[in-house]
């Protein structure tokens, strides 16, 4: 399905990728069963439209044959099978992190971004009354797993095509010993910016017991962009570890301390136009 936007040079088209019955076939009440559709919303947006302005390096994001900025955002919704019996209403749940949390919440259902059993439907609340619930990704930085909600987003480039580099500043924190690799975004659901070198030497890594307390170096040598992979080794017997570079990943040998504010500054590049979300 398409939608046609009035004058604007927006466009929105909905693939259906799957439709499958919910609850397995549950009856709420006089509404009936609910069946969940799966999809994909494409947008294409005019990056010289008044209603774009304002979002950051939209005028860098490449565009398709019509001088549109294209992406694509998961979409889920739950819907009375029959549309007459439904009450003409939709609840949007924008989510958390790409965790959909909806029916979690107000219905009291087992938690999980794959709704379709009638553990997924909880005390029925939403469906009794005829309510269709809707789904949709909207935060483009974070990578696929735990069936989270993906924007895919376009990248950020230069005229000539040139990548976009910048600064980039990043904090961990650990709650536990023994952890020597984080991503370099902090959190292993959201996308790091790569760095430009993997030269330490031309990057800022510090550690502080208190945010107000003074920085501690952490030497260049004692650090790497790396991330540290342990499995079965070759002898098929002990596990082994493995110290791979990463353009993504920091890496340091004798751990993070428990409770200490590290803070890594270095030159990333390839910023997504997170505005469009």
Do not use: C
Request: charged share 20%; glycine share 10%.
């Amino acid at each position: 399905s398409s939608w046609d936007l009035g004058n604007m040079t927006n466009k929105i088209q909905l693939d259906i990728t799957e439709r499958q019955a919910f609850a397995d076939g549950m009856e709420f009440g006089d509404v009936g069963a609910y069946e969940r559709l799966k999809a994909k919303a494409r947008y294409a947006v005019d990056p010289q439209a008044a209603a774009q302005t304002g979002i950051t390096d939209l005028d860098k994001a490449p565009v398709n044959t019509e001088g549109l900025v294209e992406f694509a955002a998961d979409v889920m919704i739950l819907t009375p099978v029959d549309r007459s019996k439904g009450n003409g209403r939709l609840f949007y749940d924008w989510g958390n992190r790409g965790n959909i949390r909806a029916l979690q919440f107000f219905q009291d259902a087992v938690g999980s971004n794959e709704p379709l059993s009638s553990d997924h439907a909880g005390n029925g609340y939403f469906f009794r009354r005829g309510y269709a619930v809707a789904f949709a990704a909207w935060q483009g930085d974070l990578l696929a797993g735990d069936g989270r909600f993906l924007l895919d987003l376009p990248v950020a480039i230069e005229d000539d095509g040139a990548a976009i580099t910048g600064p980039v500043r990043s904090e961990f924190i650990l709650e536990q010993a023994g952890v020597t690799t984080q991503p370099l975004s902090g959190w292993s659901n959201t996308r790091s910016h790569p760095t430009v070198s993997m030269d330490t030497s031309k990057a800022q890594f510090s550690r502080r017991p208190y945010a107000d307390a003074p920085r501690e170096l952490v030497p260049a040598d004692q650090w790497m962009f790396a991330r540290n992979e342990g499995g079965i080794g070759l002898d098929g017997v002990a596990k082994q570890t493995a110290i791979v570079p990463s353009n993504t990943n920091i890496y340091l040998p004798v751990g993070f301390e428990p409770g200490w504010i590290y803070e890594l500054i270095y030159t990333g590049r390839d910023p997504l136009v997170l505005g469009l979300g």
